[in-house]
């Protein structure tokens, strides 16, 4: 599908202004459409119709999917983090480090996931949680090699 867009807008950019002015009627043609089908939809239908990754993008062009950028985000990171806000084109997370993962790791797969849930989400902010450093007793870290004579 994204090869599909980027050969449009490829072309579009090369395109006279008849052809683009086609090109926006055609769509308003289709969502005109879509958006008929969408009313015909029971809510469960339309979810499912929404989950379809071929058919989501066409839903999210024409402003046609039935869930809110909020649930869609909440959706996409599934509790791997916290979301904190979402404002105009900003989402913000706040993530808890994970053992040995990396966070940049962890935090550019949170930024995939939004997008491709809320393409027109801009900006992905995401707070690391910092974890209190358990102290450790000096003495533990000592080595010993054998039991300890007197």
């Keep these: 599908m994204d090869d599909r867009i980027a ?3 490829v072309m579009l950019d090369g395109a006279g202004p008849d052809a683009v002015e086609l090109v926006k009627e055609l769509l308003g ?9 969408m009313a015909i939809l029971e809510d469960e239908q339309a979810a499912r119709l929404a ?4 058919v989501a993008p066409l ?3 024409h402003d046609l999917h039935p869930l809110d950028v909020r649930a869609r985000v909440e ?16 989402v913000r997370l706040r993530v808890r480090p994970a053992g ?15 997008r491709a849930a809320a393409p027109e989400i801009e900006h992905v902010d995401i707070e690391v949680e910092r974890e209190e450093t358990p102290l450790i007793p000096v003495e533990s870290l000592a080595a010993r090699s054998g039991p300890r004579t007197p």
Aim: hydrophobic share 50%; net charge negative; glycine share 6%.
């Design 29 to 37: 043609l289709y969502g005109e459409g879509l958006a008929r089908v």
């Design 51 to 54: 989950a379809d990754e071929s």
């Design 100 to 114: 040995c993962r990396s966070s940049a790791t962890a935090a550019s797969a949170l930024r995939e996931a939004v």
């Design 7 to 9: 050969r449009i807008e």
């Design 59 to 61: 839903l999210l062009l």
């Design 75 to 90: 959706a996409a990171i599934s509790g791997s983090a916290e979301l904190l806000a979402v404002e105009d084109d900003l």
